[in-house]
């Protein structure tokens, strides 16, 4: 079967949410393109998770924009839809930084985001280290072991309950002595006590500091399916550790991908990569415009 590219994976990953979408908007652009035709849109938005500052600033821009060019034609309403929401995304920068931290509540997929990301870099021919620093949960090592193994990437453990930052401690010397290109850490998921996160997170940062001379991103993992508590999860992940990218997982499981909008463009966060599936291939670098389009384009999954 012939592999599909970017763009049909985002038309497949996201056609719950598609659906959800244009089944609204296409009765609603069989309209006139009036005052109450851009109040029922801002309505529309806010029911699809693009929460109500952003539906508003959406529709405003769109109600200028129509008004300016005199545009009747519902489907050039719908193209200048798709630029107003592709440019509100905060500008994403590859990511270089030899050291990524991942972070993340439990559940949100960043055990299997950490191991299709490996696989990237891997196939990029990158020589990776993973190291396994959430101790809290046993399980979280094992699992992280088996994509470790899937990835074909080295990884450094301790047994369940050890210090977090000596995990880091043991991988930087790994990594180092591998001469490895990157090192991917896993990290707790406890943001019910933000005090504990914060200072793990610290140590963690300090000793990467003293013992590795390499950039540090922070990226977080978000469940695209739990709706507006993916916004608040990501403003007090980015209140304790200053956040530089998003991961977002689970789009294909869900009628909630207007999530990312707000996430990205209310907070100024970059959103980096996207779950569309459960193979390896399925994590991929988010490209606003194809995500727009395969939003709001209704032939999505032709």
Not at 16 to 22: C, H, L, M, P, S
Not at 123 to 139: E, L, P, Q, Y
Request: charged letters at 30%.
């Amino acid at each position: 079967m012939e592999k599909l590219n970017f763009f049909q994976k985002i038309g497949f990953g996201l056609k719950k949410t598609r659906d959800n979408i244009n089944k609204k908007l296409n009765l609603l652009f069989g309209k006139k393109i009036d005052e109450a035709f851009f109040d029922e849109l801002e309505e529309l938005l806010i029911t699809s998770d693009i929460g109500m500052k952003m539906s508003e600033e959406i529709s405003t821009k769109l109600r200028r924009v129509a008004g300016e060019n005199a545009i009747t034609d519902p489907l050039k309403i719908r193209t200048e839809l798709v630029n107003i929401i592709s440019g509100l995304f905060t500008e994403n920068a590859p990511t270089t930084a030899k050291i990524i931290l991942v972070i993340g509540v439990n559940g949100a997929g960043k055990t299997t985001t950490i191991g299709k990301l490996s696989a990237r870099l891997k196939a990029d021919g990158k020589k990776v280290i993973i190291a396994a620093a959430d101790t809290f949960r046993a399980a979280a090592i094992e699992q992280l072991e088996v994509w470790a193994r899937r990835a074909d990437c080295e990884i450094v453990t301790r047994k369940s309950g050890s210090d977090p930052a000596s995990v880091v401690y043991d991988a930087i010397d790994v990594f180092k002595a591998r001469r490895a290109d990157v090192l991917i850490i896993d990290t707790a998921g406890r943001l019910h006590n933000k005090k504990n996160l914060m200072d793990e997170l610290a140590k963690i940062r300090r000793i990467i500091t003293e013992r590795a001379d390499s950039e540090v991103e922070t990226l977080l993992v978000l469940d695209a399916t739990t709706g507006q508590n993916a916004v608040s999860q990501a403003k007090l992940f980015n209140e304790a550790c200053d956040v530089d990218g998003i991961v977002l997982t689970k789009l294909d499981g869900t009628a909630k991908g207007g999530i990312i909008i707000p996430i990205s463009a209310e907070l100024k966060i970059p959103v980096k990569y996207i779950g569309v599936g459960e193979q390896v291939e399925d994590l991929a670098p988010f490209d606003p415009v194809a995500f727009t389009e395969g939003l709001f384009n209704d032939s999505g999954d032709e």
